[in-house]
């Protein structure tokens, strides 16, 4: 069922002890919805939105919800922060709602577009990827660092500042005296995410969490809490969509054992697995 608040106290809410006391087995795949922040001078100014805030807006207003003074990118110099498949979708977001301008910044080097011979078959290459969005407009830069924000006399963002991005020690840092503004009056912050929302539902279950944010549990999907399973982004970090469904089949296939004894349904993975590397 959509539209259900566990552990709200607003109309459609559902406690969590009525939660626990109807169903005997429940899954947590709530995704890993907290964003990654960035603390640089200038990070209180308004106009500066976590990414999923606004897509969010965006695909309510499309299927015609109702926002009082939603985010939208029309006419405005508009800088995305984060260069990945998020930043892509605010890219084609502010596009289509006709932003005067879009700029991906990319703390990292531009992937090569062909394979390269460290990344052999079957192992999955970072190639450099250009999507539907990017193919609509927008510019890239890559190895850029943001060091600050501008801000008017208003308290809104009106520049970013951007330095060039150098390697020491293996840490990522701004390159001294490279600084420059770009104009920004919509910046969106597509830096990835540090885990599940531990506020409300988790808190009230008591599962047990990681440092880096991640719910834990054995090697059965169970977490700490009897008869609670936990699968996806919320237990794995944030990944790739495939690891969520290949994680939610094989959690299906664990309550099915815990509930009836024994399962015949598929576990394509075990937990804790990775991708063919180097």
Not at 126 to 154: M, P
Request: aromatic letters at 4%; a negative charge.
């Amino acid at each position: 069922r959509t539209g259900i608040d566990v552990g709200g106290t607003g109309e459609g809410a559902l406690s969590v002890e009525e939660l626990r006391s109807r169903f005997d087995a429940v899954v947590l795949a709530t995704g890993a919805s907290v964003p990654r922040e960035l603390t640089v001078p200038g990070r209180e100014a308004t106009g500066i939105h976590p990414a999923m805030e606004y897509l969010t807006q965006a695909n309510r207003l499309v299927e015609g919800d109702w926002i009082e003074d939603p985010l939208s990118a029309e006419g405005k110099d508009v800088v995305i922060i984060g260069g990945g498949d998020t930043g892509a979708d605010c890219l084609g977001t502010a596009l289509r709602q006709g932003a005067r301008s879009v700029t991906t910044l990319a703390i990292g080097t531009q992937p090569p577009s062909a394979r390269d011979e460290r990344q052999p078959w079957p192992i999955h290459p970072v190639l450099f990827e250009v999507s539907t969005a990017h193919e609509e407009g927008g510019d890239r830069s890559y190895l850029a660092s943001t060091t600050g924000f501008e801000v008017d006399s208003e308290g809104a963002v009106s520049g970013l500042e951007v330095a060039r991005t150098r390697f020491v020690d293996g840490t990522r840092v701004p390159t001294p005296d490279t600084a420059t503004v770009l104009p920004a009056t919509l910046v969106l912050i597509a830096m990835g995410f540090t885990g599940a929302s531990e506020e409300g539902l988790l808190t009230t279950l008591g599962v047990d969490i990681t440092s880096r944010g991640n719910i834990v549990h054995d090697a059965d999907w169970a977490t700490s809490v009897d008869g609670v399973f936990t699968a996806g982004d919320c237990a794995r970090g944030q990944s790739l969509i495939v690891w969520a469904i290949a994680e939610g089949r094989s959690c299906a296939a664990a309550v099915d054992e815990h509930l009836m004894g024994v399962t015949s349904l598929p576990q394509p993975v075990r937990p804790g697995e990775k991708p063919v590397t180097v």
